[in-house]
C-alpha cells in the first residue's frame, strides 16, 4: 500500500493512506501548502545554482586577487575550512578565505583571534565568505544564499530538540538572523529568528531577506562577526538552559509524583 508524505509545516510530518479518498482526510490548504514547499524546495535549489554560477564567473578575477592578497599579506592556505552542523544537522566543511595567522587557535581562551591585515577588511566586508558560493552552494549543495548560518557543532550539541528544527533546511549565506542584527542579538534571539524563518518558509520571504542583505552591506549595518569569546559565551548560555530545563523537569511537582507512582508500583509488583 502506498503512503504520500504531506507537511503543514516543514517541521510536522503525517502519513495517510491511498486507500482512502484524500478529500476526506486532509484538508486543502495542507495539500496546496505542500505542493507549494515542495516546489519551492526545488526552484530554490536551481536559483541558488544559476546565481551562484553567475556570480562565481563574474567574482573570478576579485577572488583571484584575494588570494593573492592573503598569501602575501602572511604565511599559510588561501583557505580556512571548518566542520559545521548542516541540513538536518550533518556535518560538513565550510571553506572561507583565510583571515588570521596560521597558528591561531580557534579554541584558546585566554586570547582573542589573531587576524592578518588583509584579514581585517575581508571579515569586515564579509568578502571572506566568497568561497561558499562556489564549492559549498555550487559544487557541493550544503548550503543556500538565504538560510540560517551555519554553526561550528558545539552549538548544535548543546541546543534543545526545539531549538535544532532550525537545521530543517540548508544553511545560508546570510537569513532572518543576519538583517536582524546578526551578533548584536544574542544567540537566544537569533535562534528564534531561524525558527521563524523555518515557520515561514518561502520564496516572498528570501527575495525580501535579500534585499536587506544588500541594503546592510552599503550601510554597513548589521553587527560584527562573533569573537572567539562570543562563541564560547554562546555556548555556555546554550549549556546553561538545558541545564535549568533539566532542573525545571526535575522540581515539577507532577513530575515527582509520576515518578513516586511508578515506584510505587514496581514495589508493589516485587511484593
Not at 28 to 56: A, C, H, N, P
Not at 184 to 209: G, M, P, T
Amino acid at each position: 500500500m502506498k503512503k504520500y508524505k504531506l507537511c503543514d509545516k516543514i517541521t510536522k510530518t503525517f502519513y495517510i493512506s491511498t486507500r482512502f479518498p484524500l478529500k476526506n482526510y486532509v484538508k486543502k490548504e495542507y495539500l496546496y501548502l505542500w505542493g507549494v514547499l515542495t516546489m519551492y524546495k526545488y526552484l530554490k535549489r536551481g536559483l541558488d545554482i544559476i546565481f551562484s554560477f553567475i556570480i562565481s564567473i563574474v567574482l573570478a578575477v576579485p577572488m583571484i586577487i584575494i588570494a593573492v592578497c592573503i598569501k602575501l599579506d602572511s604565511e599559510g592556505p588561501v583557505f580556512f575550512k571548518q566542520e559545521r552542523t548542516g541540513k538536518n544537522g550533518k556535518i560538513f566543511l565550510l571553506y572561507k578565505f583565510r583571515t588570521m595567522v596560521a597558528d591561531n587557535d580557534v579554541h584558546d581562551k585566554n586570547c582573542e583571534d589573531k587576524y592578518t591585515r588583509i584579514g581585517k577588511f575581508l571579515r569586515k566586508t564579509s568578502l571572506d565568505e566568497l568561497p561558499q558560493i562556489l564549492v559549498n552552494i555550487l559544487l557541493k549543495g550544503e548550503m543556500s544564499f538565504v538560510g540560517p548560518r551555519p554553526w561550528i557543532c558545539a552549538y548544535y550539541n548543546n541546543m534543545l530538540s526545539e531549538q535544532k528544527h532550525r537545521c530543517d533546511v540548508l544553511p545560508g549565506i546570510t537569513g532572518l538572523a543576519q538583517v536582524n542584527g546578526r551578533n548584536n542579538l544574542n544567540v537566544l534571539d537569533r535562534i528564534a529568528y531561524d525558527l521563524e524563518y523555518v515557520k515561514n518558509f518561502s520564496f516572498k520571504q528570501d527575495v525580501k531577506i535579500v534585499l536587506l542583505t544588500i541594503k546592510a552591506l552599503f550601510t554597513r549595518d548589521g553587527g560584527e562577526a562573533t569573537s572567539k569569546s562570543g562563541i564560547h559565551n554562546d555556548i555556555y548560555i546554550l549549556k546553561h538552559q538545558t541545564k535549568s530545563k533539566n532542573r525545571k523537569k526535575q522540581a515539577n511537582p507532577e513530575n515527582r509524583t509520576s515518578k513516586a507512582l511508578q515506584s510505587n508500583n514496581q514495589l508493589q509488583e516485587i511484593n
